[in-house]
């Protein structure tokens, strides 16, 4: 039972209610009690899903997922908010069953169970996955940023400090300058008690800012987002094998097909998912050839010819391969000077003795992936995998910033806005009713 306040001339008067008539039976309430009430939470890793024999009780984990749940989806976030909520809002004392944990206790749950958290939402997963609700054969993986918590000054007096640090090193090595033991411990001090030791610059809405990349492996199927992690690269060059390994072993299948767009586009990563059975459809954006004004023949003039292994030039000149170079991760071929010195097309070639082309070590993956990404399957990867990062930002987030401080912090906030994006998204699918239903056979 609950009370509600009285309007009218009954106002500041409070009435008993029943909650479970105020609770309508199609309310997303009841799939988010469903849903808790059906994980084994001490197989999860939640901390004291089973009470003591002695002593008194503490929260159950389960009402405090449900609590984060429930915020998640409604843009409240903030432990104080949500104790606020606990006390005035009639679905949440229905769901919680009239508890009200102060703000500590409801933030130190999310601070420890970062682990537990995501294992949660695997199982999410796994049961959409058994209802049909994912496919599991086309998935789609991007990237966005995510405000950090700390400030650009904050973060500009960190790096200015790490490079203090290295030129004190530099200079102890080389024995120029005398170093000053007490501000060396000072800046020592500092770097260790930032609150966010990693975190860096990112373009954010045209600028510059802390920011962390958030990465979402989503199905085609119905957009359920299968997998998820939080990375310090501003750029997605080293996220496409393990955000797709991490799909496949979310779904738990044995092969997968996944699109991206060119900034995943990466040969050696190509390579080795290929080798785990995961297809990769990825365009390649070639850097043009800026020598002499961008007027010299591009790498694409030269043809490549597997059999000898060699390049024809445009004048069918051919460029022998010359060893390997480990900073480029590439081939050498070049073409004899000879032939360089008394072609007529030199001028439109190079203004060294010799023209020299780059082969990657793992061209023939990268050119693989780059015919397999028809413009259809772009158009795929567009209207799969947008659609949750607008939802997570400005209907679960309210605005893309981040409340947690480190990575650790902004995976427990991710793994928690996913898992709600998650029932949202099947609550539209399938209706409150059904998979109410459904969650609890499971």
Not at 264 to 293: D, M, W
Request: glycine share 6%.
């Amino acid at each position: 039972m609950g009370y509600i306040e009285g309007e009218g001339r009954s106002q500041g008067t409070l009435f008993p209610v029943v909650l479970d008539d105020l609770v309508p039976a199609d309310h997303v309430c009841r799939v988010i009690d469903a849903f808790v009430d059906g994980l084994a939470m001490s197989e999860l890793g939640f901390e004291r899903s089973d009470a003591a024999e002695t002593g008194r009780p503490g929260y159950d984990p389960r009402d405090l997922l449900k609590l984060y749940l429930y915020g998640y989806l409604h843009t409240l976030r903030s432990s104080r908010r949500l104790e606020a909520e606990c006390r005035r809002n009639i679905e949440l004392m229905w769901l919680l069953g009239r508890l009200y944990p102060d703000h500590k206790s409801i933030a130190e749950f999310r601070r420890v169970h970062r682990e537990a958290v995501t294992a949660a939402g695997a199982e999410l997963v796994r049961f959409a996955r058994g209802c049909g609700l994912i496919r599991g054969e086309w998935i789609a993986i991007d990237g966005t940023k995510f405000r950090a918590v700390a400030s650009c000054d904050s973060v500009r007096e960190r790096q200015a400090l790490t490079r203090y640090l290295d030129s004190m090193e530099t200079a102890d090595q080389e024995q120029q300058a005398t170093i000053d033991p007490a501000s060396v411990q000072a800046a020592l001090e500092k770097l260790r008690r930032h609150p966010e030791p990693e975190v860096g610059f990112m373009p954010v809405a045209r600028a510059n800012a802390p920011a962390y990349n958030v990465q979402t492996a989503v199905d085609a199927e119905h957009a359920l987002i299968v997998a998820h992690d939080v990375c310090l690269d501003s750029g997605d060059k080293r996220q496409l094998e393990p955000m797709a390994k991490a799909a496949l072993a979310a779904l738990g299948v044995k092969s997968l097909n996944v699109v991206a767009d060119a900034g995943y586009s990466n040969g050696e990563q190509a390579a080795h998912c290929e080798e785990a059975c995961i297809l990769p459809h990825v365009p390649v954006i070639r850097n043009p050839n800026t020598q002499g004004g961008g007027a010299f023949f591009n790498r694409d003039a030269f043809r490549y010819d597997p059999e000898l292994d060699v390049y024809l030039c445009p004048a069918q000149h051919v460029l022998t391969r010359k060893g390997i170079s480990k900073k480029d991760k590439a081939i050498r071929y070049r073409a004899h000077e000879r032939d360089c010195g008394a072609c007529a097309e030199k001028i439109r070639c190079t203004t060294a003795s010799q023209r020299q082309v780059l082969r990657l070590l793992h061209e023939d993956a990268l050119e693989r992936m780059h015919q397999r990404a028809t413009p259809a399957l772009m158009k795929l990867r567009r209207c799969t995998v947008e659609h949750p990062f607008g939802t997570l930002k400005y209907r679960i987030f309210g605005h893309p910033r981040l409340l947690l401080r480190g990575t650790n912090g902004a995976r427990t906030e991710m793994s928690l806005a996913v898992m709600t994006y998650n029932l949202k998204r099947m609550v539209n699918i399938v209706g409150v009713q059904d998979l109410t239903r459904q969650f609890a056979k499971a």
